[in-house]
């Protein structure tokens, strides 16, 4: 007998969850990566980002509240678009969150043995994580509020210390300052919201509560964002540990680095268990192959964790964040643009919200996708045409 999940999740868990999924590579990277191309438009650049994110967050929300299902777009896509949009949509939610998951490892590696990327630590870091996940480590609700305790805590430090020398850090009029490059790549930073709607099994009233768990956990996030970028200014430059020269100079580099490692640690294992999750759902449908869609005895997806984590290795294995960021910024744009056209083929019945909000997440998404650079952009089509000969491939193979 099939049954169903219990309701027990309120509006407090829920914000909890979402900075759970929203701290880690975000604040701790991307701040850095952002205001080296932003410059002195990175705060107006995270305020933007936040609103994108809004837009982007109530077409989740509401499509989780209609269809409360694991699986997030990938299932949207099937349901209201077609087969193929929602291939398409989990094919770039696994290359999108496979890339933030190698920034998360990158990050790790920066923050624990200095600013240069190490690619062999990162690799390590994603290795160990892995047998932690195969050996049946999940992130428990009472570990993921303990982190985003300790998260919260660590930034709060990190401002507070340095408020007082904040003249000294403010930034510099750029030459050439990207605004919108910038707000896409600062909006993969507020996608952990994603998490939130996922709940819809599991939340009270999930109509009322995911809405306003979503909004909230945006507003929150962007407030630690807008504080972090303010106080470390112009010294925030791209790079695997960009707060930790920053917090140094005030006397809490090694408060802000312990911080930062616990932080993406948890994000880099609720990434890879994510990951082999979507693997698994896609295998089984047939738009991967079949192996991916197989359980262990010890009721793991033991094949879907391996590829993914190898996957997110081989990223790691680059070195260089802000390439990595980039391509997650790309590819989860595209993510988002499916799940607002989703949004819009909603009945009536099942609207929360206007029309205008997911028109304005797809119009945002598919203009801000093209304004990383062009190499990015170009590699990551690339990577869906690719995506979409395997699962011609994979499913010729079935017979299907």
């Not at 920053?246 to 990951?275: D, E």
């Not at 997440?361 to 093209?370: K, Y």
Request: with cysteine; hydrophobic share 50%; net charge neutral.
């Amino acid at each position: 007998m099939t049954g169903s999940m219990q309701r027990t999740v309120g509006l407090g868990g829920a914000i909890l969850l979402g900075l759970g999924s929203i701290l880690g590579t975000g604040v701790f990277v991307s701040v850095g990566i952002v205001s080296d191309v932003a410059g002195s438009w990175t705060v107006l650049t995270i305020a933007l980002a936040a609103i994108v994110a809004t837009f982007n967050g109530l077409s989740s929300a509401q499509l989780a509240a209609a269809h409360p299902v694991s699986g997030g777009t990938y299932e949207y896509g099937h349901r209201y678009l077609s087969p193929g949009w929602g291939f398409s949509a989990g094919w770039m939610f696994l290359c999108a969150k496979s890339a933030s998951a190698a920034t998360a490892a990158l990050g790790v590696s920066g923050y624990v043995l200095g600013q240069d990327a190490h690619p062999a630590a990162s690799v390590l870091v994603v290795a160990l994580v892995t047998l932690a996940v195969l050996g049946g480590l999940h992130r428990s609700n009472l570990v993921n509020a303990i982190l985003v305790a300790l998260t919260i805590g660590t930034l709060t430090v990190f401002c507070v210390t340095g408020l007082p020398t904040v003249g000294e850090r403010s930034f510099g009029s750029d030459e050439a300052p990207s605004l919108l490059e910038g707000t896409a790549l600062m909006f993969v930073a507020f996608t952990g919201y994603g998490r939130i709607a996922t709940l819809g099994e599991e939340v009270v009233e999930p109509r009322r509560t995911i809405p306003r768990a979503v909004i909230l956990t945006l507003i929150a996030s962007a407030l630690l964002y807008l504080a972090v970028a303010y106080v470390g200014g112009s010294s925030l430059a791209a790079g695997p540990a960009p707060l930790v020269e920053t917090a140094s100079g005030f006397g809490v580099g090694p408060i802000v680095a312990f911080g930062a490692c616990t932080a993406m640690l948890g994000v880099l294992l609720n990434l890879i268990l994510g990951l082999s999750r979507v693997a698994l759902a896609m295998g089984r449908r047939g738009d991967l192959p079949a192996s991916l869609g197989t359980v262990s005895s010890s009721g793991s997806p033991t094949i879907a964790v391996l590829i993914v984590s190898i996957l997110i290795a081989g990223l790691s294995a680059l070195g260089d964040v802000k390439t990595t960021w980039s391509f997650s910024a790309f590819t989860v744009l595209v993510y988002y643009a499916i799940t607002n056209l989703a949004a819009l083929r909603l009945p009536s019945e099942d609207r929360r919200f206007p029309r205008a909000i997911s028109w304005l997440g797809l119009a945002s998404c598919a203009s801000l996708a093209f304004f990383v650079e062009s190499e990015v952009w170009l590699g990551g089509l690339g990577v869906l045409l690719g995506g979409v000969v395997l699962r011609a491939f994979t499913r010729g193979l079935a017979g299907k």
